[in-house]
């Protein structure tokens, strides 16, 4: 079972992980946040384009678990999924975990990417 949080507060039960389920539960296209090795929230992709409340409860788990900025929110509904309830949903991860603070680097990293300025600095 996945939990969809409701922007008010209030958790239902989701038994169907299928695209259309969880599209159909946060309201819209879908993205990913994944919280940690073993939980992942799924959220509303243009909630905050479409002027979605925020949802406090799906925002304090993204900060407590560093997944989002410090000032970033989660607009809209959400839902919460646990690799131990639902293995399936992280057959695809690919991503190593163990040493991802210390090793992820991202776009703006690669002078090549294109975010280097006209010396080749960063």
Known sequence: MAVVIRTDGIRESLYNLQLEDLQK???????????????ILVIND?????????????????????????????????????????PEQFEDDD?????????????WDDPDYGYADEQGDH
Do not use: F
Request: net charge negative; no cysteine.
């Open 95 to 107: 991503l190593d975990y163990q040493d991802w603070d210390d090793d992820w680097a991202g776009p």
């Open 25 to 39: 539960a946060v309201g819209g296209l879908i993205d990913i946040v994944r919280l940690n090795k073993d939980e």
């Open 46 to 86: 243009e909630g905050k384009l479409m002027g979605l409340p925020e949802n406090r409860v799906a925002t304090q788990k993204g900060h407590e678990n560093s997944a989002l900025w410090a000032d970033d929110w989660i607009a809209g509904d959400a839902v919460w999924i646990s690799r131990k309830d639902h």
